[in-house]
């Protein structure tokens, strides 16, 4: 059996690039979604993390980077996230349910991004803005795919529109939830998706 070869540990200097690069994209999620991607400036950005304006683009090309990295960045994880969780277990019931918990995670953790994405999106470049795409797209047939299995009977047309009426669902609610960390919300956001979805809760 072939051994894996351990990666080499982050040097502190690239340690420190990575931490302010994800500094910069945290940063950029809250001022974008507070003033819009137009209201907001380079110097801005530097301000929010204690760095001069030129001192981004040692990170970034630009604000339009700025903004293509956020947007693209979280599209590849929840693809990446979403694919895990349905590659965990074989039991259709079971990916669904675990793919709710997931994005109520998600939404919940990140309703700046949310609201970016919703505003934003045709502010990034034509070939960022069909990657954004595309990778929601592929999202989106991931739970087709599972929901599929939970009701065969059903055309996935219906499917796809149970799947976009639950994003609509989970990603509006943190904007407007005061609390959205207790516990109690993030299980009503479960039992309101599942039901929309067609699955009773466990």
């Known amino acids: 059996m072939q051994k894996s070869i351990p990666l080499p540990s982050p040097t502190p ?3 420190a690039k990575a931490d302010r690069r994800n500094a910069l994209l945290s940063a950029a999620a809250t001022l ?4 819009g991607f137009n209201g907001v400036s380079i110097e801005d ?4 993390v204690g760095v001069s304006g030129p001192a981004v683009y040692r990170h970034f090309a630009g604000k339009q980077a700025v903004l293509a990295a956020l947007l693209v960045d979280v599209s590849e994880e929840l693809v990446a996230g979403g694919g895990a969780v349905v590659s965990a277990t074989t039991e259709p019931a079971a990916a669904l349910r675990d793919l709710v918990r997931f994005h109520v995670s998600f939404a919940l953790t990140n309703p700046d991004v949310i609201r970016v994405q919703d505003r934003d ?3 990034l470049a034509e070939a960022d803005r069909h990657r954004v795409r595309a990778l929601q797209r592929e999202y989106v047939e991931l739970w087709v795919q599972v929901l599929h299995r939970v009701h065969p009977s059903v055309d996935e ?7 976009h009426a639950t994003f609509g669902l989970l990603n509006s609610t943190p904007h407007s939830a005061r609390t959205p960390s207790q516990p109690a919300v993030r299980a009503l956001l479960e039992e309101m998706a599942l039901a929309a979805l067609g699955l009773p809760p466990a």
């Open 13 to 15: 200097r690239s340690q």
């Open 32 to 35: 974008f979604a507070r003033s």
């Open 45 to 48: 950005l530097g301000a929010a």
């Open 121 to 123: 999106l045709d502010s």
């Open 157 to 163: 047309s219906q499917l796809r529109i149970r799947a």
